[in-house]
Every structure is written in structure tokens, then in C-alpha cells.
């Protein structure tokens, strides 16, 4: 972020009870640059995924006023990018007005290899997103579980706003850790996925489409059985589902037309 063309007014680095050096890493870089601010919350105890991230960003969120900004940024602390990947992205949003959120394109280590992470450009990436002000306000946010970086992105639609990921050479991103793995192993990471799938109000038949797509890629196959399995516990189970029906609606028509163009 140092190296930046483009540097943030503010940069909100919260601690959320890192257990390492990280929050001495970023304190030392809030000495030396004071557009950075560093927010230590209580370590909870235990990793609560979605949600969890969600509160942390809030937390920080809570320092600022959202109206004096026109843009906002939820960032992982696990990424690479290069010095001109801020700068790029603004260049997106000003050649197009009705863009409410952006990001790069994800790439991951295997090994010595660097291979993309397959993602649809119709969304911008959990790990980095860029939002206007004013899209992220009609939007009303982040909603405060899993598949919160789902949600957004389909919300922004039915406010009319463009929601996109960029293939540019320049608005590549690392990601350290492999997208939809977890804590524990990237089988439990799948199944995550597929619960997740589940609570946002995936379609049944979109959700077999998913798993299938999976499958081509790491772990082979077995990933995208674990999405199907995940989506099919949580339905059995009676989990709890995401309650906005006019957004369920609106997700079932937007899956079944991407699925007929597909035949």
C-alpha cells in the first residue's frame, strides 16, 4: 500500500486478534505513515468465517464517516499486488459511471506455478473490493454472514449498478491462500462454499452447476462434491436462508438465464 500510485486518505488495519506479529508489523507502519491507523478488537476466541470478517471491516468502518469519501475498500490482509493496482481501478470507475464495485483478478501458488483462480467477471472479489459510496449506501452494505461477497454483488444489480473483476495484466492479484479454502482444509472450505451457496438462496439447479464447474479445478472432483454435499446438508438440515424474497427471486432469474445461455 506504501507503494501506491494512488494511497488511500485512510487506511484501517484492524487487528482482529491476530495471534502472530501482525499487529506489530502494522503498528510500525502507522508510525511511519500516518494515512495508516491500526484498530485492535478482543480475539473472540475462535475463527467465525463470513460473518467474522464482515464485523471486523465494520468495526474499522465505525472510525470514519462514510460521507466523506467517495470511495471505500475492504481489503484482506493476505494479498499481493502491483504498485499501480489502486490507480487502475480508479481508472475503471471514471470511465464508467454506473460501475458501483471493482476488483482485480485473483492468482494463486501451486507449487512453483502462479494459476488464476476462476472467478465471473460479473462480480468483484471478496479478497479486494472497491466500492463507490454511494452504491455501497443503496445497497445498504454488507450483510453480516457468508456469502456476504455474493449478496453484494447481485445486490448491486438490482440497484442498477455494475458489479465486474478486471483480467487487466495490472489489476492482478496474489492471493495467499487459496480461494474457498479454510482454516482447517480446503475439503471443509468447499463445504463452507456450498452452505453458503444454500443461505444465499442458490437455486437448486445452479448449485449442481457450480459443483460441476469445480470439479475442474484443485482438489479435482472431490471440490466440487463437497460444494454439492454442503448445499445438500444445509437444505436438509432447514438452515437458516437469507430473508429477502424480492432478492431471492431476483438470484433465481439471474442464475436460470446464465444457465440457459449456457445451452
Not at 464485523?55 to 474499522?60: H, K, V
Not at 496474489?174 to 456450498?194: A, E, N, T, Y
Amino acid at each position: 500500500m506504501v507503494g501506491q500510485t494512488v494511497r488511500p486518505a485512510v487506511w484501517i488495519i484492524v487487528d482482529d486478534g491476530s495471534t502472530d506479529d501482525t499487529a506489530d508489523v502494522a503498528i510500525r507502519a502507522a508510525e511511519a505513515n500516518p494515512w495508516i491507523r491500526v484498530h485492535s478488537r478482543p480475539d473472540r476466541g475462535e475463527r467465525k468465517v463470513g460473518g467474522g470478517v464482515v464485523e471486523a471491516f465494520y468495526d474499522g468502518l465505525s472510525l470514519v464517516r462514510l460521507d466523506d469519501f467517495e470511495y471505500v475498500c475492504k481489503l484482506d490482509g493476505d494479498l499481493e499486488f502491483g504498485p499501480t493496482y489502486f490507480e487502475s481501478l480508479f481508472n475503471k470507475f471514471e470511465a464508467d459511471p454506473r460501475l458501483g464495485t471493482a476488483s482485480g483478478k485473483s492468482w494463486t501458488r501451486i507449487g512453483n506455478r502462479l494459476l488464476p483462480e476462476r472467478t465471473s467477471d460479473e462480480f468483484s472479489q471478496g479478497q479486494s473490493k472497491l466500492y463507490r459510496i454511494v452504491c455501497f449506501q443503496e445497497i445498504g452494505g454488507f450483510v453480516r454472514e457468508i456469502m456476504w461477497d455474493g449478496i453484494d454483488c447481485h445486490r448491486c444489480r438490482m440497484h442498477a449498478w455494475k458489479a465486474q473483476s478486471f483480467r487487466d495484466d495490472e489489476l492482478r492479484f496474489i492471493h495467499l491462500r487459496p480461494m474457498g479454502s479454510s482454516f482447517k482444509s480446503v475439503f471443509h472450505g468447499r463445504l463452507r462454499w456450498g452452505r453458503g451457496q444454500y443461505f444465499m438462496g442458490t437455486h437448486w439447479l445452479y448449485a449442481l452447476a457450480i459443483a460441476a464447474y469445480r470439479m475442474w479445478e484443485r482438489p479435482f472432483v472431490i471440490g466440487g462434491l463437497c460444494i454439492l454435499l454442503g448445499y445438500a446438508e444445509a437444505a436438509l438440515r432447514g438452515m437458516k436462508r437469507y430473508d429477502d424474497l424480492e432478492f431471492r427471486r431476483y438470484l433465481h432469474q439471474w442464475q436460470l438465464t446464465r444457465l440457459r445461455h449456457l445451452w
